[in-house]
């Protein structure tokens, strides 16, 4: 084949805006049939009027029991990629147990929600698969006022470790990705004080933040046959940050 897209189906979680919503595109630009599941229906209207062939799925990744309702009739789904996550910020010491919850349920409850609904399908039909789960360099590394995000995040990370340990045997292959600071909605929270900037960029080799593209394209290998022997890895996509 031409690429290893064409008649796949991808499921990509928070691809309303965005990174997600770059990847969908690009998906469906490489020829697979994409689902894209979202929160607002009016960032899932946009998605589709940039491309109608996108099958928008609406459901908040919250709900556990709705988002198995949600997937199931899409299946079988041979890839997926778990971006959906939210940013909560607060110095430690403020730090509040609903933004926790909250947090961790879209961060990381979500992943294993979807994940089940769609591996469980695939080892039952014996397919393969790839998901990759969107981590951050926030897994690894300590970032001010982001104590449950970067919590949220290594959690992500050690999931991903044992999902490509069980899941392996039947050929899914996971593997996660750790970007730096792209200037999404989500980045621009953290990031668009020029001072807080100017302090992460020094600590970046590259002296850049990654562009969304940056992001889909290594996210897109990992789904792919090129990497078929890559299972359980965390790889950043930092320009060197985590490196120094
Ligand atoms: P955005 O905030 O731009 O987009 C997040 C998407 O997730 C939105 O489409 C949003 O839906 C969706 N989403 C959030 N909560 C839910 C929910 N409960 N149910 C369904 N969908 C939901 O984020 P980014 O594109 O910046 O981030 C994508 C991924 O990359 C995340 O995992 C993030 O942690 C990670 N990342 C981002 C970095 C950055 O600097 N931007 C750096 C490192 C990692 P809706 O449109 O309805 O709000």
Redesign the pocket.
């Known amino acids: 084949a031409e690429n290893d897209f064409q008649n796949k189906t991808v499921c990509v ?9 770059s990847l969908a595109l690009r998906l469906a630009e490489l020829g697979a049939k994409v689902i894209a ?4 229906d009016e ?1 899932l209207k946009q998605l589709v009027a940039q491309n109608n062939k996108i099958i928008p799925v609406c ?4 709900d556990w029991n709705a988002t198995k309702e949600a997937i199931k009739p899409h299946l079988p789904i041979q890839l997926l990629v778990n ?5 909560i910020l607060d110095s430690f010491l403020d730090v509040k147990p609903d933004d926790f919850d909250s947090l961790f349920n ?2 990381v409850k979500s992943i294993i929600c979807v994940s089940q609904e769609i591996a469980r399908d695939l080892i039952e039909r014996k397919m393969p698969g790839s998901i990759v789960n ?1 981590s ?3 897994a690894s590394a300590a970032l001010k006022d982001h104590s449950i995000y970067c919590a949220s995040k290594a959690a992500v990370d050690g999931l991903t470790r044992v999902m490509a340990m069980e899941l392996g045997a039947h050929q899914i292959r996971v593997n996660s990705v750790q ?4 200037l ?4 621009r929270i953290g990031w668009s004080d020029e001072k807080k900037a100017a302090g992460m960029l020094s600590k970046i080799p590259l002296n850049k933040f990654a562009e969304v593209e940056d992001v889909v394209e290594p996210i897109i290998f990992l789904l792919s046959n090129k990497s078929q022997m890559i299972n359980g890895v965390s790889l950043p996509i930092d320009g060197g940050f985590l490196a120094t």
């Open positions: 979680t928070g691809a309303g805006r965005g990174i997600g919503k599941v979202s929160k607002s960032n459901v908040d990744l919250c971006n959906a996550a939210v940013a879209i961060n969107v951050s360099q926030a970007p730096t600071v792209v999404t909605d989500m980045g």
